[in-house]
């Protein structure tokens, strides 16, 4: 089984996905909560992930499943190949919204990206690349990432990092956020990474985010020069959760130098 086909049956499940989702929009969600008020969850995260990992058992019972909702396998290494799935991204703005949210995946190799999908289901667009290969929204080609600077940069960040009191090291991101042209916030990490992959967008920075949230982004960002590492320069290890910089080149290295270094995140 090579790379391509792989993709084809991701493709194909990811689309089936997004449909089943669009067509949950006129009907009732079970919402719940998980580890606190406003982390929230509902029935189509958790049907839209036991459709994944369905599928993928029965096509692939060798690959391993590492999934939000803990469907999956509980993984301590990278071992072999690994789908590393986000039914929803985004949940919050899904069930307020019925918009600004996507179905992230990645699948990796002994650690290292191979596929990166990331669908937006309510414009009906699949950002993806297959390492090597170039990366594209639907059939279109995204051309590779140019350098920027922080005065004329789009930096995507939460206001609630910046305004965060309880750890000094959140005051490093107030200089930051003046000095950029703009700053924006999606509520979307995936969206936001393939923003930054089609230059809408020039940097995106988050405190804490998990494996699922980034694994499809890297994939798409690496494909089109695009720098990704946690706030302390360091490559993801996509097991657990870690702070995260997505950057065009030389910014990415701009930010860290001249805005992060000081912060113990
Ligand atoms: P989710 O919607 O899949 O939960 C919101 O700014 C982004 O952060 C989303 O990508 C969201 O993913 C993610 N997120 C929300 N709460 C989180 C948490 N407690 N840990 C890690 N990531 C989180
Ligand atoms: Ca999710």
């Known amino acids: 089984m090579n790379w ?16 089943k989702i669009r067509s949950s929009f006129d009907k009732t969600l079970d919402i719940t909560t998980k580890s606190d008020p406003n982390d929230l969850v509902t029935n189509i995260d958790k049907e839209t992930e036991q459709f994944f990992i369905e599928r993928i058992r029965e096509t692939f019972p060798d690959h391993k499943i590492l999934g939000e909702e803990g469907f999956g396998d509980k993984l ?22 019925q918009r600004n949210f996507a179905i992230s ?51 995507g960040l939460n206001a609630t990092w910046v305004m965060e009191n309880k750890r000094i090291d959140h005051n490093l991101l107030i200089p930051l956020a003046r000095e950029a042209r703009g700053t924006r916030s999606y509520g979307s990490a995936a969206l936001e990474m393939v923003f930054v992959a089609t230059g809408r967008i020039d940097a995106y920075i988050s405190l804490r985010l998990a494996p699922w949230d ?41 930010i860290l130098k001249n805005y992060l270094k000081d912060g113990n995140w």
Do not use: C
Request: proline share 2%; hydrophobic share 40%; net charge negative.
């Open 4 to 19: 391509e086909s792989i993709d084809t049956y991701a493709k194909k499940w990811v689309k089936e996905a997004g449909e």
């Open 105 to 155: 995946l990645g699948i990796f190799e002994n650690g290292k990206g191979r596929i990166g999908l990331i669908y937006d289901v309510v414009h009906d667009e699949m950002y993806h690349a297959i390492r090597g290969n170039g990366a594209f929204i639907n059939e279109k080609r995204i051309p590779a990432l140019t350098e920027t600077t922080v005065k004329e940069s789009i930096i």
């Open 76 to 97: 301590e290494s990278h071992e072999g190949i690994v789908w590393i799935i986000d039914p929803i991204d985004g949940t919050m703005n899904f069930i307020h919204q």
């Open 214 to 254: 980034v694994a499809g982004g890297a994939v798409i960002i690496e494909e089109l020069g695009g720098v990704i590492t946690n706030l302390r320069g360091k490559n993801l290890d996509y097991l657990s959760q870690d702070s995260l910089l997505v950057a065009k080149p030389g910014l990415h290295q701009t």
